[in-house]
Nanobody
Framework: QVQLTESGGGSVQAGGSLRLSCAASRYPYGSNCMAWFRQAPGKDREAVARIYMRGGSSYYNASVEGRFTISRDHSEKTVWLQMNDLEPEDTAMYYC???????????????WGHGTQVTVSS
């Protein structure tokens, strides 16, 4: 069983920053990607940022490019999401996920955390 433990969510004003973290209990066989998704009420879950744990290549949703940074520690099975210049549109539940390949499709990820809430007020 793979457990993903997220932390770091909270409430901030627009322009503020938050740092999310996600620690995996282990890597599932064949998995090489950790990602952050988010889901706002009434909306589909969308990929925010993804990173290959071996190699470190990363990918971002266009809406967060230049504001968010994903990083990882492969040996510690941990990934972080530094979120700067937050906007009210960033308000959502943020989920950590593990998968084999860093796609932007939620269906391609087999393991998920319980989520951490991020709320940005104007």
């Amino acid at each position: 069983q793979v457990q993903l433990t997220e932390s770091g969510g909270g409430s901030v004003q627009a322009g503020g920053s938050l740092r999310l973290s996600c620690a995996a209990s282990r890597y599932p066989y064949g998995s090489n990607c950790m990602a952050w998704f988010r889901q706002a009420p009434g909306k589909d879950r969308e990929a925010v940022a993804r990173i290959y744990m071996r190699g470190g290549s990363s990918y971002y949703n266009a809406s967060v490019e230049g504001r968010f940074t994903i990083s990882r520690d492969h040996s510690e099975k941990t990934v972080w999401l530094q979120m700067n210049d937050l906007e009210p549109e960033d308000t959502a539940m943020y989920y950590c996920a593990v998968g084999d390949v860093c796609t932007a499709r939620a269906a391609d990820y087999g393991y998920w955390g319980h989520g951490t809430q991020v709320t940005v007020s104007s």
